[in-house]
């Protein structure tokens, strides 16, 4: 069983940065992909960026030049760090591993979520 604990969220104003962690622990034999989404109010989840084991990268457009995901592999963790934040970036954000575990059976897990607020 593969454990997501995500960390970094809360409030900020306008124009304002946060940096989101993710650490994944549990029977992990390898993991190939993380990612972060996020969920706002009455919308559906949406993708917002991603990394795999072979360090590519992708992004949604809305975030592109503002956001920077990254990865630590030897500690299993992710980061978001969100720059110029804005009221829309407003929402609950999921992170996700996708991987091999230990029974080398494939797991596919998500965090509990942390709210991000972007306010004045």
């Known amino acids: 069983q593969v454990q997501l604990v995500e960390s970094g969220g809360g409030l900020v104003q306008p124009g304002g940065s946060l940096r989101l962690s993710c650490a994944a622990s549990g029977s992990i034999f390898s993991i190939y992909a993380m990612d972060w989404n996020r969920q706002a109010p009455g919308k559906q989840r949406e993708l917002v960026a991603g990394?795999?084991?072979?360090?590519?990268?992708k992004y949604a457009d809305s975030v592109k030049g503002r956001f920077t995901i990254s990865r630590d592999y030897a500690k299993n963790t992710v980061y978001l760090q969100m720059n110029s934040l804005k009221p829309e970036d407003t929402a609950v954000y999921y992170c996700n591993a996708r991987g091999i575990a230990t029974s080398r059976d494939r797991f596919d897990s998500w965090g509990q979520g942390t709210q991000v607020t972007v306010s004045s």
């Open positions: 990394i795999t084991s072979g360090r590519s990268t």
